[in-house]
């Protein structure tokens, strides 16, 4: 569990320094691992390591105050099972935009698939992200969600 805690930590931190006023000028790419998660298929754990590129991550304001926030995110990860040595994938692309008026919530749902390249069934896991900006413009609410199931296995 704590390298897809480490993926959504990545994909927050970026989404707060939008929402706080920031902008990507660039693209930012983000190595992660090698780290460890569990798999909930398997009941072992994987070694995995990967890329984060956040691509676009903007803003602005509208003659009505309003706020305009786009971005583009993808991933890439690698990685094997400690017990069997089962080789896994997955490939993450999360592009979203978004209007806040004063102060407003939003909610996003992505998922990641972790396909097997063995016997052991594919997991794919649910990310919800959850924000509340208040009317001064302040992320005063951030929480990432996620849960994850198996599905079939790898041929």
């Known amino acids: 569990m704590s390298k897809r805690l480490t993926i959504l930590g990545a994909i927050a931190a970026v989404v707060l320094l939008v929402c706080a006023g920031g902008a990507l000028a660039k ?22 390591s990967g890329t984060i590129r956040f691509n676009e991550a903007s803003h602005w304001q509208d003659a009505a ?3 305009h926030y786009t971005r583009h995110i993808t ?3 690698k990685g094997n099972s400690l017990a069997n040595g089962i080789e896994y994938v997955a490939n993450i692309t999360i592009h979203d935009s978004f209007h806040l008026e004063k102060s407003e919530s939003f ?13 052991a069934p594919n997991m794919v896991c649910m990310i919800m992200e959850h924000a509340t900006v208040n009317a001064n413009g302040d992320v005063a609410v951030y929480f990432v969600f996620e849960e994850c199931k198996c599905v079939g296995a790898a041929d």
């Open 75 to 77: 991933g890439s990860f």
């Open 107 to 119: 909610t996003f749902t992505h998922s990641v698939t972790f396909i097997s390249k063995g016997p």
């Open 65 to 67: 105050g309003g706020w």
């Open 27 to 48: 693209p930012v790419k983000i190595d992660i691992g090698p780290t460890t998660t569990w798999n909930e298929c398997t009941g072992e754990l994987v070694e995995l």
